[in-house]
């Protein structure tokens, strides 16, 4: 029976009602019970005991918190838990997953963690499970706010973490560090706390938060466990929304962490062999354009250090202008600059090119003054690093082109693009592998569709990889282990590694496109150009490659190959 017919059954809607909830589904993605909910016609116990008979599963009217299972929850993690709500409770020797709806993700996890293939799935409604979460995780008063911070980002320096992130949920908030393994939850906290946290983050940043706009600031954070050091704290300040406090100004906040990164050789970061000995090539250039697209936090900067670190054997002069200062460069022979709201990128390579260095690198190329300076540097005589905020390795021709940048002047200076991306391959140790139709539906459906693109795609056809025969259709994928693992500490990923697309133009590669430069904004005809004369491996390829050898599972595929 659906829910309407139910709650029409039971007295508790109308018919009236039931069609005006039909309309605003038909308009919307929300859920038939939530919209049903909102509106104030059925009230959430009505909901989910409808959902419970429907699916077999047992109601929860109460969750108790001495029957929650706290140890096992946690395995689950934090964002799952509060994202969804769920959460474990022991009943007559049986561990339960309860939960507000069968979710995709509730069936995606049961279906994929085989240490959750005894446990039963109960239903009780979002507000219970939320006040059970709260009762069982939410930090009691002890620490001051400060204190709670300064914590924050000492655990974030001790793990190598990038960023900090205050996140708002219902009424409570999260930190959440980003780490090698995916996302960490460190702290949950009271909805007054996290957001007395956001303004001690604004008053060190020296800035008033006004409701509805977003801020970007900085701040320098003194470590007492790096005996002093100080790392530069990046801020980005994200207004939110809520139904329940429209008259409060709420923010959420990302906090990236620079200035502690260490500079290592282009092997000891992950690269192969030749993708290591392309990059260095750099070493050869006189002059010309060297550019890294990707998106934050996909490892651009740290590969550019490295290789700012080779150049830096040449002892000419040196001169990088970032947003701020990641990594501090020791090399006499290399002046860092920081920009600051009255000091922007275009000043800034201005200056640089009344310096006179030999070999520049841009943090960021944003619009067009700064692309056309860059491209009078590269032109003159300058060797030129950049980073650009693009898609892939070859988009970089279009994005040029919305900055009015000379296509032929930019293509006769560029020496290679790259598309880097880091990602966390599985354990060796436990990762298990298991029959691709056992995955769910949305996930198998996506990977076939991607193994029929690959297999036809124009472009690859002469590819060793396409060539090899070593697939012609996707039976097993590899996914994360044991809980237990002691190689992974039970996350089931490994430390992160880089993937990067190399596009080297070679002599050969311009001698090509001299004859067509109408190929420039065409990736299709650039990539296979490309394939055939300078042995470029798309991220997509190299993504599939590592799907089907069982170094990734289905969803860092998805993130890879996008």
Known sequence: ??????????????????????????????????????NGYVNDTDVAIYLAQDSGREYFGELNSEAVNKSESEKLGFNFLYDNPAIIIEKDGANYIVCGGITGNISERTALDKNLNGFKIGI?????????????????????????????????????????????????????????????????????????????????????????????????????????????????????????????????????????????????????????????????????????????????????????????????????????????????????????????????????LRSEPHIMMIGEIRDEITAKHALIAAETGHLVLATLHTNSSLSVFNRFK???????????????????????????ACKKSISADTLPSLYRAALEENLKFTLENPSLKDSDFINSGRFTELNSVCVRGERYCDDCG?????????????????????????????????????EQILINLSNFEPLKIQAFQSLINGEIDPATYFNLSR
Do not use: W
């Open 1 to 38: 029976m659906k829910i309407g017919e139910y709650l029409i059954s039971k007295g508790k809607l109308t018919e009236a009602q039931m069609e005006d909830a039909l309309f605003v589904q038909s308009i919307s993605e929300k859920r038939l019970g939530d919209i049903l909910i909102e």
């Open 124 to 352: 009780s409604t979002k507000k219970k499970i939320y006040e059970a979460l709260n009762k069982t995780f939410i930090n009691k008063p002890g620490s001051s706010e400060k204190e709670v911070l300064n914590e924050a980002l000492e655990v974030a320096l001790l793990k190598g973490s990038p960023n900090v992130r205050i996140k708002r949920s219902e009424n409570f908030y999260l930190i959440i560090i980003d780490t090698d393994n995916g996302q960490e939850t460190i702290r949950i906290l009271s909805l007054e706390s996290g957001q007395r946290i956001i303004n001690i983050i604004a008053s060190n940043c020296q800035l008033t938060l006004k409701k509805g706009e977003g801020f970007d600031a900085k701040f320098i954070f003194v470590s007492s466990v790096y005996k002093g050091v100080k790392a530069n704290i990046r801020v980005a300040f994200l207004p939110i929304s809520s139904k329940l406090d429209r008259e409060l100004a709420l923010f959420e906040a990302v906090l990236r962490i620079h200035g502690l990164n260490k500079v290592f050789d282009l092997r000891y970061i992950g690269f192969s062999d030749n993708k290591a000995e392309t990059l260095r090539k750099s070493y050869t250039y006189p002059n010309g354009f060297i550019i890294s697209t990707g998106p934050t936090g996909s490892g651009k900067t740290t590969t550019f250090y490295a290789m700012l670190k080779l150049l830096a054997q040449k002892k000419r002069p040196i001169l990088t202008i970032e947003d701020p200062v990641e990594i501090e460069l020791k090399e006499p022979n290399i002046t860092q600059m920081n920009i600051s709201d009255d000091f922007g990128y275009a000043e800034a390579v201005r200056i640089m």
């Open 402 to 428: 919305s900055l009015n940048v000379d296509l032929m002047q930019f293509f006769s200076l560029l020496r290679i693009v790259t598309a880097q991306r880091l990602y966390s391959p599985l354990c060796p």
């Open 490 to 526: 039970g996350t089931g990923y490994i430390k992160r590694r880089p993937m990067i697309e190399i596009a080297e133009f070679n002599d050969a590669v311009k001698e090509e496109i001299y004859n067509d430069l109408n190929i420039l904004p065409n990736n299709s005809k650039l």
